[in-house]
């Protein structure tokens, strides 16, 4: 298997762009989840997913993230307006319910 | 509050030799796995090791194995034999599990240093 294929792996971007990051999970795995790690926060759980419902989105910062799962393949989470304080390694994971595995992670940088 | 503690933020250890990262956490769930994860410094996420609590016998994986203390609430990970590859950040971490669903809980993180 391939494993938790995350895209674009780092950007740049200017404050105020709006920032799209894409995840494709394990096949066959049910559990989605966004993290997000800072130097400051440590990896923090921002939503997740099961069977393409959004579970749980008490992490998403503020109203400027939104995430979608349209499929049992692919989501995404996206930053509009994205600002500097955003900047981290977000990642994508997917479980089948015993354990998660995560992709390599986006590194975002917002200037 | 579901916690978990990492009490040393950084380690290290000369190649060949042993090491032991600490880790303890909190929760009243009786059923939750418990996982110890490698970050290099490539920042990717690996899985070193998986813990059912439900399990008395601690995993091992190859150079690496636990110490599970249920009543304690420790999950301590060994490494044996380190090698200069270990160097990373080590998170230890617990799933809740809760009506079928699950959230990964972590601690903040040990940095090893493994020395030639």
């Known amino acids: 298997d391939a494993g938790v294929i995350q895209s674009p792996r780092h950007e740049v971007t200017e404050m105020g762009q709006e920032v799209t990051l894409r995840c494709k999970p394990i096949s066959g795995h049910d559990y989605l989840f966004w993290y997000r790690q800072t130097m400051m926060r440590g990896l923090e759980l921002l939503i997740y997913?099961?069977?393409?419902?959004?579970?749980?989105d008490s992490g998403m910062p503020e109203d400027r993230f939104s995430a979608k799962m349209p499929n049992a393949s692919f989501s995404t989470l996206k930053i509009q307006p994205s600002e500097p304080r955003d900047s981290a390694v977000y990642f994508c994971?997917?479980?089948?319910?015993?354990?998660?595995?995560f992709g390599e992670g986006s590194w975002l940088t917002v200037v | 509050a579901q916690t978990v503690t990492q009490s040393q933020p950084e380690m290290s250890v000369q190649e060949a030799e042993t090491v032991t990262l600490s880790c303890t956490y909190d929760t009243s769930e009786s059923n939750y796995y418990l996982f110890w994860y490698k970050q290099p410094p490539s920042r990717q996420m690996i899985l070193v090791i998986r813990q059912e609590a439900y399990k008395q016998q601690n995993a091992t994986e190859n150079r690496f194995s636990v110490n599970f203390q249920k009543a304690a609430k420790s999950f301590s990970l060994k490494i044996s034999d380190s090698q200069l590859g270990d160097t990373a950040m080590y998170f230890c971490a617990f799933t809740v599990m809760q009506g079928g669903s699950e959230k990964l809980v972590f601690g903040k993180g040990t940095k090893l240093t493994v020395n030639p």
């Open positions: 994971a997917s479980s089948d319910g015993n354990t998660i595995y």
């Open positions: 997913f099961n069977n393409n419902v959004p579970i749980d």
